[in-house]
């Protein structure tokens, strides 16, 4: 079955950074694109990051433009959100996500805090 497992979230300091993974099992991971969203509390996920599934196209919110990072190694089945100089705005459970067809899937989520 489809597994999604997010890790790396902490406390992190404003204008540091913080390396998010998301290890992927159960699909065959090099054919999907991979998200990175978040959710702020009592408020639907948003898309933070999109990568293709070669990996040569990605995409930001406007927000995390020019600070964060979407990257995969498909040989290990890993996405991964690189995330540089933090905000406290950043603040958020960080989840991957992938679609296959009709089928949606979601990790468990990873808790960002980021102290000014």
């Known amino acids: 079955q489809v597994q999604l497992v997010e890790s790396g979230g902490a406390l992190g300091q404003a204008g540091g950074p913080l390396r998010l993974s998301c290890a992927a099992s159960g699909f065959a991971f090099r054919r999907y694109a991979m998200m990175w969203y978040r959710q702020y509390p009592e408020k639907e996920p948003e898309l933070v990051a999109s990568i293709t599934a070669g990996g040569t196209t990605t995409n930001y919110e406007d927000s995390v433009k020019g600070r964060f990072t979407i990257s995969r190694d498909n040989e290990k089945n890993m996405l991964y959100l690189q995330m540089n100089s933090l905000k406290p705005d950043d603040t958020a459970v960080y989840f991957c996500?992938?679609?296959?067809?009709?089928?949606?899937?979601w990790g468990q989520g990873t808790q960002v805090t980021v102290s000014s």
């Open positions: 996500r992938t679609i296959h067809g009709v089928d949606i899937y």
